[in-house]
């Protein structure tokens, strides 16, 4: 066991004698056996156990047991408690999903105070192959058949080589202590649902089922590196980029064949799921203004492109100003300042607004447009929908939901950014002028 973990270690890269190593324990048999290889291999590591406080005084005893091997070996220990339920809750996701969420933002907030290189955690082959039967009957795409990759970031997974059987083989031989998880046993979770109850019968039709399927995993992440090679140099010649967002020509899409992987391929690095690719393809198909929204991004149908922007999960925020005080404290504007009317210009520029400060009534309200708001744009004598203002000028859709307005009462002043209301601008009866900077 110890030299196959050398060698697999070493073959894939994983660390270096001199690599500052956190391993992630949680007193369970992997992990105990992680944590005994690599003393054995005379390689230092610092541990790091987390109690998710779902299993009462077991939860406890796992986080003392893991404790204790670490005094007694003399290793750095760190560990945390979490409040799992309260934040599953709160996220609207599951135990599971919580836990995982939880773990791993911690361990890379002790890699970046600590200065650990990698986190090592314990998967074994059983669970990549576990985690293939998963994607699998959920549905998923070429990557979700890869199964986990030996290093992914600052994570590595030093013992994916091994089955849990010779895992216990070795733990039993050497006699290594651990903790039995009983949560490890409820068929009410898919893993162990998968684990208990699908692999036992396909191991009856074929006892080799674990190799098998891992030879399977290993050649469809060689196929999924020459298609991500491929749509890379593909995504580069149709997207153009600007910062967070992209744009991609629709025509250009509609003009790959097969369309619907070529779809799946090019919007999977935002965020979009197998099950989405129709959708997108009748975006493609629809007129100006309709989304489709994936798990990270919104997908805009505007005037013959597509434009990608990260997802926003709420809407600008409302602000209420009761005096200039609290304007020019909130951060909201990058300068204000209150002068009288003078012979030297006023700025004129878009990000800029000089107003009458006497018409000005408190309280002032920052907020986001909305359908049906209207104001009088300077040089103008009537009133006009700010949504038609905006059209007018070929704002993009995706900046037009962050369009804020200012107001005083219910009356526009300025359309933050683009132009001030024609009732509020300086005359030559204005006493004191607010001038306003993004």
């Known amino acids: 066991m110890l030299s196959r973990f050398l060698e697999f270690s070493e073959r894939e890269k994983l660390f270096t004698r001199g690599s500052r190593l956190l391993l992630a324990v949680s007193g369970g048999i992997d992990s105990m056996v992680m944590a005994w290889l690599f003393r054995e291999a005379g390689i230092e590591y610092s541990i790091a156990h987390c109690n998710f406080s779902l299993r009462g005084d077991e939860s406890d005893g796992d986080e003392e047991f893991v404790a204790a091997y670490a005094r007694t070996s003399s290793i750095s220990f760190f560990s945390r408690r979490f409040d799992t339920m309260t934040y599953a809750g709160t996220h609207r996701i599951s135990v599971q999903m919580a836990a995982r969420e939880?773990?791993?933002d911690w361990f890379r907030s002790l890699i970046r105070s600590e200065g650990f290189d990698s986190v090592a955690v314990a998967h074994n082959l059983n669970d990549n192959v576990e985690t293939?039967?998963?994607?699998?009957?959920?549905?998923?795409?070429?990557?979700g058949l890869t199964g986990m990759s030996p290093r992914t970031g600052d994570i590595i997974r030093p013992l994916l080589f091994a089955t849990r059987e010779e895992i216990a083989s070795y733990a039993s031989a050497r006699g290594i202590d651990f903790r039995e998880d009983r949560s490890n046993a409820?068929?009410?979770y898919i893993r162990n649902r998968i684990r208990h109850k699908v692999i036992p019968e396909l191991e009856k039709v074929n006892p080799g089922i674990l190799a098998a399927v891992a030879d399977t995993m290993k050649h469809l992440s060689s196929d999924s590196s020459l298609v991500d090679t491929y749509l890379s140099?593909?995504?580069?010649?149709l997207f153009t980029f600007s910062g967070d967002s992209a744009g991609v020509e629709i025509s250009s899409l509609m003009a790959l064949n097969p369309l619907e992987p070529h779809i799946f391929g090019l919007f999977r690095p935002f965020g979009l799921f197998p099950k989405q690719t129709d959708e997108v393809i009748s975006l493609l198909q629809s007129g100006t203004g309709r989304s489709v929204y994936t798990a990270t991004h919104r997908l805009l149908n505007d005037r013959g492109r597509i434009i990608i922007s990260p997802r926003i999960s709420?809407?600008?925020?409302?602000?209420t100003f009761n005096s200039i005080d609290e304007i020019r404290i909130s951060g909201l504007f990058s300068a204000l300042r209150i002068t009288e009317p003078s012979d030297d210009a006023l700025p004129a520029t878009h990000l800029t607004a000089s107003?009458?400060?006497d018409l000005v009534a408190f309280p002032v309200t920052v907020r986001?447009?909305?359908p049906g708001d209207r104001f009088m744009p300077l040089g103008m004598k009537q009133m006009k929908k700010i949504s038609d203002f905006l059209i007018d000028l070929k704002v993009p859709v995706t900046e037009k939901e962050q369009v804020l307005l200012l107001l005083s009462g219910s009356d526009v002043m300025w359309v933050m950014g683009y132009r001030i209301?024609?009732?509020?601008?300086?005359?030559?009866?204005?006493?004191?002028?607010i001038v306003l900077t993004l």
């Open 314 to 319: 709420e809407a600008p925020e409302e602000y």
């Open 102 to 104: 939880l773990r791993y």
């Open 421 to 433: 209301d024609d009732r509020f601008r300086v005359s030559e009866e204005t006493g004191k002028i």
């Open 368 to 370: 986001p447009w909305k």
């Open 233 to 237: 140099q593909l995504s580069g010649q």
């Open 355 to 357: 107003l009458d400060l």
């Open 186 to 188: 409820e068929v009410k």
């Open 132 to 143: 293939f039967l998963i994607n699998l009957s959920r549905g998923t795409g070429l990557h």
